[in-house]
């Protein structure tokens, strides 16, 4: 059941043909009564303007409580969305963000408002959000219309004023295009065309809280064009509609009502006798303060006389200790920090994304500033947590008794606006202890992040060498092996540079064999036999030294036919010609080279 909070309301309709009605309804307990009907036709000698005029001149329209007008025709449209809880600039700059989803048009070629009183939600949840539109021109046709008025408190689609008041019914109207029907669903009223046989007005209008009178004399068309401003009257008796005139369409200053200027003037009136009055008792007050100012400086000369006299018959050695013990206390009292310590810790408190705005201001040390931090979602308070911006300024030894003020969000360019004032002062001991503390907190935090990332870093080196280490066995098997596998993949020692002791295969300087010609087995694609050197080689000469590496000859003994000299006493040679114990010229085979690109940062 609708909640009726006025006594009365006229509304007003029309259509593209001149079809003009106004209904008056009023109050009757829980229930609304249909007290007066008229209706007119614009012609080529009377305009729709005028029509209506006439309607309010018949109908006294002065006494009315609530006046609300509509066009039946179309260029409007509306949509229902879940807003959150803002404050009422911020919800107005994210419903306009909201609009561009819903129309094509750009928001300078439209009118639009909204209402957040449709249906009750969760707090969490946010609340139910009616948006309506109106294209620029058919906007300001509809004014026109109804500019004769002389006062009209609000312009709205009657099928935008359905909900609370038939928030649980299926409500047929007829407009220009036919008669619809605006069913309720989770995601708004869903609008059907239906047809208007068998229509009665309690079917078009259910809840059987409207006392139709004369209405329901009249014919059945008849009643069923009058069914739009009985919408729009019932619902400007609901709370609703006074709550909804701050945020539906604007109307032109010229239309808003003048009702209230006689108990404007005497609210002013008496506004003015009251801060007299206040006026009047501070005087009186200031007076009888001022007495008692003028008694308490006596007796203060009184006590001041009868001290120095006392101070006069004290020992020169207790005077020295009164005087000494003065300084300790005006030691004790703390002077204000200098402003360039207080900015300078100040700016560095502030954390990444935000920073501090030119919005600063120092009065005997009390600063006032501002924040600004970008801000995508709009639903988010903000991206850096309150309490613990607070906490980090408050850590400076120069700051204290910070206080968050207000906060603003611009939708335009996605930012957030925080205030906030302190106090520039000394910590006390207290003060400073605590802010040692959360110090020791974050920095043991730091580190045990630190210590969890080492941690991760060193399992992850382990995987890769364990994993080196099994390719280096795989690769050394197969070479042993005789897989085909080795026979096509370098083993490790050929992929640092260096062919491993033993290998006849791959070893440049091989053991003569078969005549002194290279051992080399035979493979797939090769265009020489076994035992034959590859083409362009020359093994009549002993085979020279590599570029760059001078190979010294061992102390004693002679060379072979390789052109080497084996090493003395026992240890014998391998297939490449080099004993195994000692490395020519003293040389060790090259150590694999490690990966040290990657360091573990710790903080």
């Known amino acids: 059941m609708p909640h009726f909070a006025r006594n009365s309301c006229i509304a007003y309709t029309w259509n593209e043909d001149g079809d003009c009605r106004a209904v008056m309804a009023t109050r009757s307990g829980d229930k609304c009564k249909i007290v007066k009907l008229l209706n007119a036709k614009a012609d080529q000698d009377t305009s729709v303007a005028e029509v209506l005029a006439g309607f309010a001149k018949s109908l006294n329209a002065k006494d009315a409580a609530f006046t609300v007008a509509s066009s039946l025709g179309p260029g409007w449209d509306m949509a229902d969305v879940t807003m959150p809880n803002l404050p009422m600039e911020e919800l107005r700059n994210a419903i306009a963000f909201e609009l561009r989803k819903h129309t094509p048009l750009s928001l300078d070629k439209i009118r639009w408002g909204f209402r957040s009183t449709i249906a009750k939600q969760d707090k969490k949840q946010g609340s139910r959000t009616r948006i309506v539109y109106i294209k620029t021109d058919v906007f300001d046709k509809w004014t026109a219309n109804v500019s004769a008025l002389g006062q009209l408190d609000m312009v709205i689609p009657p099928a935008a004023a359905l909900d609370p008041l038939f928030e649980e019914d299926t409500v047929i109207i007829p407009d220009s295009e036919g008669v619809t029907a605006y069913a309720p669903s989770p995601e708004g009223r869903v609008a059907s065309m239906v047809s208007a046989d068998g229509l009665t007005l309690d079917k078009a209008l259910p809840g059987g809280f409207i006392k139709w009178n004369d209405l329901e004399s009249l014919p059945k068309e008849e009643q069923m064009a009058y069914i739009p401003a009985v919408v729009l009257a019932a619902y400007g008796l609901t709370s609703a509609a006074g709550h909804d005139t701050a945020t539906m369409l604007p109307l032109p200053p010229s239309l808003k009502p003048r009702r209230n200027v006689f108990m404007t003037l005497c609210a002013?009136?008496?506004?003015?006798i009251s801060l007299l009055a206040l006026v009047i008792y501070a005087v009186v007050g200031l007076q009888g303060r001022s007495s008692q100012i003028?008694?308490?400086?006596?007796?203060?000369?009184?006590?001041?006389?009868?001290?120095?006299?006392i101070q006069k018959q004290i020992k020169p050695e207790k005077k020295k200790a009164i005087a000494e013990l003065r300084k300790e206390m005006a030691d004790v009292t703390p002077s204000i920090p200098p402003l360039p310590f207080v900015l300078l810790d100040l700016s560095k408190s502030i954390p990444s994304p935000a920073w501090l705005s030119g919005n600063f201001t120092w009065d005997e040390?009390?600063?006032?500033?501002?924040?600004?931090?970008?801000?995508t979602d709009p639903t988010l308070t903000a991206t850096i947590d309150t309490q613990e911006l607070l906490d980090i300024i408050e850590d400076s030894p120069y700051i204290g008794d910070v206080r968050g003020l207000k906060s603003n969000y611009d939708a335009r360019n996605n930012k957030r606006t925080r205030d906030?004032?302190?106090?520039?002062?000394?910590?006390?001991?207290?003060e400073a202890e605590r802010a040692k503390q959360r110090n020791q907190e974050r920095a043991e935090a730091a580190r045990r992040k630190a210590e969890e990332e080492r941690k991760a870093k060193e399992e992850q080196m382990k995987e890769e060498a364990k994993q080196d280490a099994d390719d280096q066995s795989q690769d050394a098997d197969g070479e042993n092996n005789n897989s085909p596998r080795s026979g096509m993949r370098p083993s490790s020692g050929m992929r640092s540079g260096f062919s491993p002791r033993g290998s006849d295969r791959r070893g440049g300087f091989g053991r003569p064999q078969n005549g002194g010609g290279f051992n080399r087995p035979q493979n797939e694609g090769d265009?020489?036999?076994?035992?034959?050197p590859p083409p362009g080689n020359d093994f009549g000469q002993p085979p020279q030294p590599v570029e760059g590496m001078n190979f010294p000859p061992a102390p004693g003994g002679e060379q072979n036919d390789n052109g080497f000299t084996p090493?003395?006493?026992?240890?014998?040679?391998?297939?490449?010609g080099f004993a195994p114990p000692s490395f020519p010229g003293g040389m060790q085979p090259p150590t694999p080279p490690m990966d040290n690109t990657r360091n573990v940062r710790t903080r």
């Open 567 to 576: 090493p003395p006493g026992n240890g014998g040679q391998n297939g490449n």
């Open 527 to 532: 265009d020489f036999g076994p035992g034959q």
């Open 268 to 272: 002013s009136i008496l506004l003015a």
């Open 365 to 375: 040390g009390l600063v006032k500033f501002t924040l600004e931090e970008p801000v």
């Open 294 to 309: 003028r008694a308490l400086e006596k007796e203060l000369k009184k006590v001041n006389a009868e001290l120095e006299t």
């Open 420 to 430: 906030f004032d302190m106090n520039a002062r000394y910590d006390t001991p207290s």
